[in-house]
Nanobody, 122 residues
């Protein structure tokens, strides 16, 4: 079975940085990409970033371009999201997901982690 576990969330001040991690212990042929989504209170879940396991293709939401960086460590089956210059509007539960392609469509992702809370105070 695929197991996705996120970590690294916390409470920080605006302008601070956090690095989220997601470990995939059961990658299969149907999970050739990983992505990050987030959901703030009262809002729909939104795409943040995605990457192929090869690291050759990446995709970012406009709201995080220039501030967030997604990366993959194949040897550790781990995906990272480096978040810099955090803003209060980044506050959300961040979810790790795995699927066949690094696209924005949530239906592309078959497996989901439990989520990790990121709170940015002003």
């Amino acid at each position: 079975q695929v197991q996705l576990v996120e970590s690294g969330g916390g409470l920080v001040q605006a302008g601070d940085s956090l690095r989220l991690s997601c470990v995939d212990s059961g990658r299969t042929f149907s999970s050739n990409a990983m992505g990050w989504f987030r959901q703030a209170p009262g809002k729909e879940r939104e795409f943040v970033a995605a990457i192929t396991w090869s690291g050759g293709v990446s995709n970012y939401a406009d709201s995080v371009k220039g501030r967030f960086t997604i990366s993959i460590n194949n040897a550790k089956n781990t995906m990272y999201l480096q978040m810099n210059s955090l803003k209060p509007e980044d506050t959300a539960v961040y979810y790790c997901a795995a699927g066949p392609y690094p696209v924005t469509l949530s239906r592309n992702y078959v497996y989901w982690g439990q989520g990790t809370q990121v709170t940015v105070s002003s």
